[in-house]
């Protein structure tokens, strides 16, 4: 089928095109930003993501795909019309939905025959509505036929190729059975279960769905902390949890707290409009700022580590990982980041390394620290340091030399936000050692305090 995708040299927006691509559609991905499509045009991918990069080949080959900025030529050739802009957070928790209206305004005027529009930027439950409204509004001509389908993405970065070649359901809210039908005949090779449903309804699925592992995050981050105050381990709390067929082990890791440019934004957006339909969302203000105080226990924790060291210089202080998770070079809302917006009231240096991140948003590097200098491995890192903190779950980190950690570091201590280390190894070693919900702390002996500060 002949598919355009408004927003497709973003994130969902190319991962659409390309997949729909890869599975024998014809696509034109659009974008108003000229370099973005300059570089696609010359296979350069604006993101990191697994796989990407050869099924965009692939398509490129078979000449499946093209990119463009030319929008109204785009939309004229196509039947389908995917809208994947942004939809980032306002003022007020609302998501801005500027990007979306100025899109499909557009698509309405480039309009020359009849369309089905599919809306999968993550938009607030009503705005299927109001979108039919716009393009009825900005049709250049108006007796022209369309249909609006809300139809979400699941997609989670570094896995994103993956969730949309083998999705776990392809939701389709629709009024139209032809539009329904539409869809069905494009998603036809895809092996998935159909939720064909209202367009509200589908428009809530989205919300539900982020809300609900951010719910579960923010249940085990919190059950973590009591685990540390009454001296269980987090790890085994969970081993016994996940055998229960109704709990599942999924989405159960502690951590620095959930970040990326979903979660957080999706549940203010659902606070937002929630509260605005006088429905009570105390559940998921609770969520929310539980999310925040991880990363606050975490300080206070490197705090006293700090203090503990009694080294009487300017200490270094070791971030491990940048990204908001491993498998990606994201770093928006990242719990790394809010660190060492943190660290920057302390009087320490900081040594960062990540395996893909290897630069900051100039925005953020000039608030966070000039102290702060990145490392070419982890172990240049920890050199000195006396504190490493261990930000991102990168498989790197998971096979770190912790007796070379241990030689190299002023003071010992590990701060592992997200349980990668073998605890009983690290203090075997000599380290003291601090996970979200396992407490592992082992007291120093003296003469090995001794020994590491210089
Ligand atoms: C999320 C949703 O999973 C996806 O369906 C949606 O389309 C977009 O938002 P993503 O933001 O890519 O995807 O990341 P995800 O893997 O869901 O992780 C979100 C955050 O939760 C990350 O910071 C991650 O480190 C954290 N997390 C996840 C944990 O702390 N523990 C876990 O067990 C899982």
């Not at 589908?202 to 249940?219: D, G, P, Q, V, W």
């Amino acid at each position: 089928m002949k598919v355009s995708v408004i927003g497709g040299s973003g994130y969902i927006g190319l991962v659409t095109g390309i997949g729909l691509a890869t599975h024998g559609n014809d696509v034109i991905c659009v974008d108003i930003d000229q370099k973005k499509i300059n570089d696609l045009n010359r296979d350069i991918l604006p993101i990191y993501e697994d796989g990407l990069s050869a099924l965009l080949a692939k398509a490129k080959r078979k000449n499946r795909i093209t990119f463009t900025t030319s929008f109204k030529s785009a939309v004229n050739q196509s039947d389908i019309v995917f809208i994947a802009v942004g939809t980032p957070s306002g003022r007020s928790g609302e998501t801005d939905m500027s990007h979306v209206y100025k899109a499909l305004s557009s698509v309405a005027s480039a309009m020359n025959k009849p369309k089905t529009i599919v809306i999968k930027s993550t938009v607030p439950v009503g705005s299927n509505q109001v979108a039919y409204q716009i393009v009825r509004e900005n049709l250049t001509q108006p007796h022209l036929d369309f249909d609006i389908v809300s139809n979400p993405e699941f997609l989670r970065e570094g896995r994103a190729v993956k969730d949309f070649m083998e999705p776990e359901r392809i939701v389709i809210g629709s009024k139209s059975s032809s539009a329904i039908k539409r869809l069905k005949r494009l998603y036809k090779t895809f092996d998935a279960p159909y939720v064909i449903t209202d367009p509200t309804s589908a428009e809530m699925i989205k919300y539900a769905c982020n809300a609900y592992l951010a719910t579960r995050l923010s249940f085990i981050n919190e059950i973590s902390e009591i685990c540390e105050q009454v001296d269980a381990n987090v790890l085994n709390v969970i081993e016994g949890m996940k055998h229960d067929s109704r709990i599942g082990g999924h989405y159960l890791n502690p951590g620095p707290g959930f970040g990326g440019p979903c979660l957080n934004k999706d549940i203010q957006s659902l606070i937002h409009f929630g509260s605005c339909a006088d429905a009570n969302v105390n559940l998921l203000r609770a969520v929310l700022s539980r999310n925040n105080v991880q990363i606050e226990n975490i300080l206070k924790f490197i705090n006293e580590l700090l203090k503990k060291s009694k080294v009487s210089r300017v200490q270094k202080v070791a971030v491990l990982g940048l990204s908001f998770k491993a498998g990606t070079n994201d770093t928006r809302n990242s719990p790394a980041l809010l660190l060492l917006d943190l660290l920057k009231n302390l009087d320490v240096q900081i040594a960062v390394y990540d395996p893909v991140v290897q630069s900051l948003p100039p925005d953020i590097h000039s608030n966070i620290h000039s102290n702060l200098k990145f490392a070419k491995t982890p172990y240049d890192a920890v050199e000195n340091a006396s504190a490493c903190i261990v930000m991102t779950e990168w498989d790197e980190f998971k096979e770190l030399d912790l007796q070379s950690v241990f030689n190299l570091m002023r003071y010992p201590a590990i701060v592992d936000t997200r349980n990668v280390l073998s605890s009983e190894h690290a203090m075997a070693l000599g380290f003291e050692y601090k996970g979200v919900g396992i407490n592992g702390l082992k007291p120093i002996e003296e003469q090995e305090i001794l020994k590491h500060i210089v």
